[in-house]
């Protein structure tokens, strides 16, 4: 699946030779790949075989040991992708909609607060604090942010982590719909989700 979206850009990422330790532990060494728009990439292994730390290189927040990271295709790579992390990194006290019009003006105002929380089944939640949310609404709230960054590429940690099966389907949908205006997605995932990968790496066994 490729082509070109709605996306001012639409990178590509290649990996090259990369290695990635925490301490003095080396979990990912030489590994290699590229994906560009349309893609999904699964990113599968045991907990420890480095998935988190990968995509948290990707993202910029871990400096790899060697090899290199790059993003093509970007004027500023830094505003090209957005990662959502396994924790949900909510206020409970705030509620939903005040969490999505936050995260909108911290985006820079794209992203449509109203359509983003029908597509995630969160209008009847609108305005609940997030302290009383489900599990799996609170995971929703959280993949909101995806919807209004309005970035090409997303690094997901877990994605359908407490999802249930509607949950899982919501979730589907939005990357089918998100590859197919030209985003690329690189996600860790434990069971597959509703989406066909373009590919699947697995971490933490020889290749």
């Known amino acids: 699946m490729s082509g070109r979206g709605p996306f001012q850009d639409t990178p590509s990422i290649r990996v090259e030779a990369l290695t990635l330790a925490r301490g003095e532990r080396v979990l990912i060494e030489g590994l290699s790949f590229s994906a560009g728009a349309g893609d999904y ?3 599968r292994g045991a907990n420890g075989a480095g998935k988190t730390t990968l995509l948290r290189a990707l993202a910029g927040f ?3 040991r060697s090899g290199a990271i790059a993003i093509a295709g970007a004027e500023e790579p830094a505003l090209a992708l957005h990662y959502v992390g396994h924790l949900n990194g909510l206020k409970g006290a705030a509620s939903v ?3 999505a019009h936050y995260w909108r003006a911290l985006f820079g105002g794209r992203g449509d607060s109203d359509a983003a929380l029908a597509a995630l089944g969160l209008s009847g939640q609108a305005d609940l604090p997030a302290r ?3 599990q799996g609404q609170a995971r929703r709230l959280a993949l909101l942010r995806l919807l209004l960054a309005q970035r090409a590429i997303w690094l997901l940690d877990e994605p359908a982590a407490a999802l249930d099966a509607q949950g ?3 979730l589907g949908a939005l990357m089918q719909k998100h590859r197919a205006a030209g985003g690329l997605i690189i996600a860790t995932v434990h069971e597959a989700l509703d989406a066909a990968p373009t590919q699947t790496l697995t971490l933490g066994r020889a290749a």
């Open 41 to 43: 990439v699964e990113l």
């Open 62 to 64: 871990v400096r790899p």
């Open 97 to 99: 909609r005040a969490h």
């Open 132 to 134: 009383v949310l489900s």
């Open 168 to 170: 899982r389907t919501l």
